[in-house]
């Protein structure tokens, strides 16, 4: 994914909040460290539950149809 993807991503899931944003950080390389990979995925991003604030701003992706790009 690129930098600028990623960028979107992390600002959707935090709803652009910096403490919110270094909590899902610290978390997700915690988990990275704790599990070997030494390296934050997306799947790391995913696990972190994140602070109400963030929650309440975060718009999941909507899911693709099958075909569509």
């Not at 915690?30 to 934050?40: H, M, R, S, Y």
Request: proline share 4%; charged share 20%; net charge neutral.
């Amino acid at each position: 994914m690129s930098p600028r993807l990623w960028a979107g991503v992390l600002h959707n899931r935090t709803g652009g909040m910096i403490g919110s944003f270094d909590q899902l950080i610290h978390e997700a390389a915690n988990d990275a460290i704790t599990d070997g990979t030494e390296k934050i995925t997306k799947a790391h991003l995913d696990a972190v539950i994140l602070d109400v604030a963030a929650q309440t701003q975060f718009t999941p992706p909507r899911q693709r149809r099958a075909g569509q790009q």
